[in-house]
């Protein structure tokens, strides 16, 4: 499989836990999302791409969505923090 089909699979996965927190707005559908965002920007930075704008693009979504969950509506940044460094 190469990288950017790679990279289009986790984003397809990110996108249905999207749909499934906000669907659900519990605890239990955000931390799988959760780990998936930290877990894809992870292996984002692990397979740097030859083309730096996807790359950025795929790194980017992730740190979005960690950024969606720490906002104080949703479930708060120390809640977040918590969760990540488990």
């Known amino acids: 499989m190469s990288i950017v089909n790679f990279q289009r699979a986790e984003l397809r996965l990110l996108r249905d836990l999207i749909v499934s927190a906000k ?12 780990r998936k965002a930290v877990e ?3 292996e984002g930075l692990a397979s740097y791409t030859a083309d730096p704008e996807i790359f950025r693009q795929f790194c980017d979504a992730h740190l979005l969505v960690l950024k969606s969950l720490q906002h104080p509506r ?7 923090n918590r969760q990540v460094t488990k």
């Open 23 to 34: 669907n659900s707005r519990s605890v239990v559908a955000a931390i799988p999302l959760l």
């Open 74 to 80: 949703a479930f708060g940044e120390s809640w977040v």
């Open 40 to 42: 894809g920007f992870l």
